[in-house]
């Protein structure tokens, strides 16, 4: 696996690209097919397990394409990741903390090595909006 690639975050949840490594030269690909991908979000603080997660191959791919349809930012976001690009969505994750990400390719052999770690952060809670009034309301 190549490092996750983060995408974009919220003050609960993190989505990474996920990439498999090219394969060696001068062989005719991946050993095994891969069946889905095992994501570990950890505390960069503690190292503490935030969120530990398998998705298929076929939903990581899914939600690529999804976003990819979205707009122009999302697919040059998600392409610079390379051809292999699969998505995965860590939630219920801290407001404004940092974590580190690494993932690994399970295949019907068993579990594939964990990637190098990539860190990112959560964003904060927004402030409560309170007291909203209106004061003039203008037509046309």
Same mark, same amino acid.
């Given at each position: 696996m190549q490092v996750p690639h983060p995408l974009? #975050?919220?003050h609960s949840s993190i989505a990474v690209s996920l990439s498999l490594e090219p394969p060696m030269p001068?062989?005719?690909?991946?050993?095994?097919?891969v069946?889905?991908?095992?994501?570990?979000?950890q505390?960069?603080?503690?190292?503490?397990e935030a969120s530990r997660f398998v998705i298929t191959r076929d939903e990581a791919a899914a939600l690529s394409s999804r976003l990819a349809d979205q707009s122009e930012a999302d697919k040059s976001a998600i392409s610079e990741c390379g051809?292999? #690009?699969?998505?995965?969505? @860590?939630?219920?994750?801290?407001? #404004?903390?940092?974590?580190t990400?690494? @993932?690994?390719?399970?295949?019907h052999a068993g579990l594939g090595e964990f990637s190098v770690s990539c860190d990112?952060?959560?964003? @904060?809670v927004p402030p409560e909006v309170v007291d909203v009034q209106v004061d003039q309301t203008l037509h046309d």
């Amino acid at each position: 696996m190549q490092v996750p690639h983060p995408l974009w #975050s919220t003050h609960s949840s993190i989505a990474v690209s996920l990439s498999l490594e090219p394969p060696m030269p001068d062989t005719q690909g991946q050993d095994e097919e891969v069946d889905a991908f095992e994501v570990v979000v950890q505390t960069l603080r503690d190292g503490r397990e935030a969120s530990r997660f398998v998705i298929t191959r076929d939903e990581a791919a899914a939600l690529s394409s999804r976003l990819a349809d979205q707009s122009e930012a999302d697919k040059s976001a998600i392409s610079e990741c390379g051809a292999t #690009s699969f998505v995965a969505v @860590a939630c219920d994750l801290a407001p #404004s903390t940092f974590y580190t990400c690494k @993932a690994r390719a399970v295949t019907h052999a068993g579990l594939g090595e964990f990637s190098v770690s990539c860190d990112m952060e959560t964003f @904060a809670v927004p402030p409560e909006v309170v007291d909203v009034q209106v004061d003039q309301t203008l037509h046309d």
